[in-house]
């Protein structure tokens, strides 16, 4: 499986950017896809997850309410709206892949996209 994840950019706090994270390789609407980033001099963190069986999702606390994860199986894609943006949401995003449930470990993951940055000012 291979990923790609776009969309990364500069936008002012309160603002909006969508990312996505797009698929080839084997059938995509069975793998589960998670967002992480990884600010600098940090660890990479959990953003969101969403399953390929149930579509189910989940959301680290710092995001809820403000990004939602959706995907649209026809276009092998997975995307990531992110809105009222922080200064603390600076960081690289990165798509990751793996067969079955979802996990906020991203030691589970298989399958990684190469980052895409995302920069908010303040």
């Known amino acids: 499986v291979q990923l790609q994840a776009s969309g990364g950019g500069l936008v002012q706090a309160g603002g909006s950017l969508r990312l996505s994270c797009a698929a080839a390789g084997r059938t995509f609407s069975s793998l589960t896809v998670g967002w992480f980033r990884q600010a600098p001099g940090k660890e990479r963190e959990f953003v969101t997850t969403?399953?390929?069986?149930?579509?189910?999702?989940y959301y680290a606390d710092s995001v809820k309410g403000r990004f939602t994860i959706s995907r649209d199986d026809a276009k092998n894609t997975v995307y990531l709206q992110m809105n009222r943006l922080e200064p603390e949401d600076t960081a690289l995003y990165y798509c990751?892949?793996?067969w079955g449930p979802g996990f906020s470990d991203y030691h589970r993951y298989d399958y990684w996209g190469q980052g895409t940055k995302v920069t908010v000012s303040s």
């Open positions: 990751a892949a793996r």
């Open positions: 969403i399953s390929g069986s149930s579509g189910s999702t």
